[in-house]
């Protein structure tokens, strides 16, 4: 039984190489990231839409910790939602509606919404700019009394 159970791990193992297993990024990683948005594509190799969202809002949130002028920080912003907008390739859209979620849920990112969903407007397309404004609308919304929203439900 032991040997059956060290054949499934290393097994387990092994798949989890071969077929490229999400990591998630250090808070190094971010900030490297947040400097530099040409990092951003090796941290979201192999990442679903949902998780790539997950760390493209804590990169923007990092660029806002980095107190650029207003002009260096838009410009930062665009550079790393135009990387993962490339990064994500088909999955733009799906990617895109799951950062208008990511967005709504961390308070020092959602003042960029108009700047993201312009961004992906202009790289992705209309639709990917609605399925995140549509996204970031219903995270910012207070939750109604015995109800969900969006980021509740998985």
Known sequence: MKRICLIMMMLCFVCGQVFGAFVKP??????????DPSKLTA?????????????????????????LPADQQDARVTSVVQTAVTA?????TAFARFLGSAV??????APLGAKVSSVLKSSVGVGAANAFSNALKHALKPPVPGGYRAQDID
Not at 43 to 67: F, N, R, S, W
């Open 26 to 35: 250090t808070d190094q990683q971010i900030n490297e990231a947040a400097a």
């Open 43 to 67: 941290l979201l190799q192999d990442a679903t839409p949902k998780q790539a969202a997950e760390i493209v809002a804590l990169v923007m949130k990092a660029v806002v910790g980095l107190k």
């Open 88 to 92: 994500m390739g088909a999955q733009a």
């Open 104 to 109: 709504g849920t961390t308070p020092e990112v």
